[in-house]
């Protein structure tokens, strides 16, 4: 599915989910020297254009994917896989290549392929996934040239009509364009209406009516408005009637562009919406084609990744070192073995708690924008955990009998806590917002019970110790953060967590339906990456883990050549 190059700093097409926020399919790519190699790069986009050809139909883009598509196998991560040869496999990862220069082509080249991954990807995994219209922003100075020449257009086309004799050269031309766009609706086998439009629509024709003065502009618009009403969706059947009720030619027709070009968008979503049970059936094979395609282009397109990768391995010698000091009896003379599963599951662990004003590593970047979404609603149950568990333990007595508090509590928390990602959102101050409403629950629960309601002492400690949920090292945050990380990770173990959930962690009972929601999301995106990206891992792991298999391995293929 090859996407035109496009210039995506003007308006147009973009993709978006329903939500309104503008999805990110597409990256662009950017060689630069460093050392002894090239250091990928990530620039960020806000949208990707995608203007609807007459070429481009369903058929031939799925006839493209199949052909691009190959048959691989997913790969374990054991000490068996990791010492075998995978090179033989059509998709597995190519071997370390010599720096070289890129040239501008080979750039291209890249950039093209990432973006059609990112896009196949996007269509697939998100069912929000669409295209819709955008225009320029208003009062900008592109819009108002925009609206200037369109204007000085249509107000010239209004004085030619209106001449004695009238001129319809311009009209003829756009009679003929709308002429085309009809023809792109159509699907093949559609041969009645073809043939009826290119016979009303006969451009030749309507010249040699224009110059005996003989054209009837209402009534090929009557036409046309009637052609586009049988082609539209129905959610067009409203512009169609406020189109019938015009009677100004020329407004008519600037409107009658209007509507196709909505139909237009329409067209190409339910294209969209035809292709994702293919793509999505196709996926990994596609995926893990089109990023080797990249990495051919670009061979330092895993340095991101086998930092990530190499990180994690760090972290987990680290681990096994401090428990091996607090073992006396531990031999610490032994080569440590490290399990490449748990090394993998532990660097996916990181990105709920990654910084995205860094870049992703490279295998992950179709998935960014919903693991940074993740780890932001994660941050704010986090929250919620915390303070919970602060208010039971500080005025457990006095909650006990409030009726649904933790639904309280989450309906009061979760607008308060909206865009604390943020880096201008004050957390404190959320939080102190929070304390405050907690407060007027537990009394007002206390003063309708007949009870005394707490003392200011007692507001001003319980309010204070949830503001110090913002402070770094906050022991009840680091707690309820360990015991996240620790469902998460005994999610990932799981061989099918849609059959059953690992047993929640004390203290996140209050967040239990939310996390549980949100860690199937993340597994499955886990998951789905391991099964498309696994031969590049499975490389990379090999190298790190055992180096002297992966030398011996090069060795053996430089004799061999």
């Known amino acids: 599915m090859d996407v035109p190059e496009e210039d995506t700093n003007s308006p147009g097409w973009v993709f978006k989910s329903e939500g309104g926020s503008c999805v990110r399919p597409s990256r662009a790519l950017c060689g630069t020297a460093r050392g002894s190699g090239l250091v990928y790069c990530v620039n960020k986009v806000k949208g990707f254009r995608m203007p609807l050809n007459d070429d481009q139909s369903s058929d031939s883009d799925s006839s493209r994917l199949s052909e691009s598509t190959v048959s691989s196998s997913d790969t ?22 010599p720096p070289k220069v890129i040239t501008f082509d080979e750039l291209m080249a890249a950039t093209r392929n990432l973006s059609n991954w990112t ?49 319809y050269k311009h009209a003829i031309k756009l ?36 110059e005996h003065n003989a054209v ?53 979503n339910y294209t969209i919406k035809s292709l994702r049970p293919y793509l999505w059936h196709n996926l990994v094979d596609y995926e893990r084609t089109k990023f080797q395609e990249i990495l051919e282009e670009t061979p330092s397109a895993l340095n991101l990744t086998t930092e990530w990768i190499k990180e994690s391995i760090e972290d987990e010698l680290s681990s096994i070192s401090d428990e091996s000091s607090s073992c006396p009896g531990a031999d610490s003379s032994s080569k440590p073995i490290i399990s490449p599963t748990l090394v993998l599951n532990n660097g996916y662990l990181k990105l709920l708690q990654w910084d995205y004003c860094k870049t992703i ?47 309280h509590l989450k309906r009061i928390s979760l607008p308060l806590l909206e865009g604390m990602n943020k880096k201008s959102f004050d957390l404190k101050e959320a939080l102190n917002a929070i304390g405050i409403q907690i407060c007027s629950i537990v009394n007002k629960s206390l003063s309708e019970r007949g009870l005394p309601t707490l003392s200011e002492e007692m507001q001003s400690n319980l309010m204070g110790q949830i503001a110090h949920i913002v402070e770094k090292n906050n022991p009840v945050c680091s707690l309820i953060d360990k015991r996240i990380q620790l469902f998460m990770r005994s999610l990932l173990a799981l061989p099918s967590f849609q059959k059953c959930m690992p047993t929640m962690p004390g203290g996140l009972s209050v967040i239990q339906r939310e996390i549980e929601f949100l860690g199937s999301q993340y597994a499955s995106i886990v998951n789905f990456n391991k099964k498309v990206y696994g031969p590049f891992y499975a490389n990379i792991l090999r190298k790190l883990l055992f180096p002297e298999a992966a030398m011996e391995k090069t060795e053996a293929e430089t004799s061999s050549n």
């Open 361 to 407: 590593p490279e295998t992950l970047i179709t998935d960014e924008v919903r693991l940074q979404e993740l780890r932001e609603k994660l941050n704010q149950l986090k929250v919620i955990a915390c303070v919970s568990l602060i208010t039971n333990n500080m005025v457990g007595a006095a909650v006990v009998d409030v009726p649904d508090f933790t639904d």
């Open 119 to 167: 896009l196949a990807h996007e269509i697939a995994v998100n069912a929000n996934f669409c295209i819709k219209q955008e225009d320029y922003p208003q009062n900008s100075f592109a819009g108002t040239v925009k609206q200037i020449v369109h204007k000085a257009f249509w107000d010239h086309l209004e004085s030619e009509l209106n001449e004695d004799p009238p001129e």
């Open 175 to 210: 009679f003929e364009e709308i002429k085309e766009i009809l023809l792109s609706f159509l699907t093949p086998g559609a041969n009645r209406i073809h043939n009826q439009i290119c016979e009303v629509l006969d451009t030749d024709l309507i010249r040699q009516q224009a």
């Open 76 to 97: 374990e991560y054991s000490r068996q896989s990791f010492n075998s040869d995978s090179s033989s496999k059509p998709s597995s990862p190519a071997s370390a290549s």
């Open 216 to 268: 009837d502009i209402p009534g090929l618009a009557n036409y046309v408005i009637n052609t586009m009403g049988k082609l539209c969706a129905p959610i067009r059947d409203n512009d169609i009637k406020q189109l019938k009720a015009t009677d100004n030619i020329v407004e008519l027709l600037r409107q009658i562009f209007h509507v196709l070009d909505l139909m237009k968008v329409d067209m190409a």
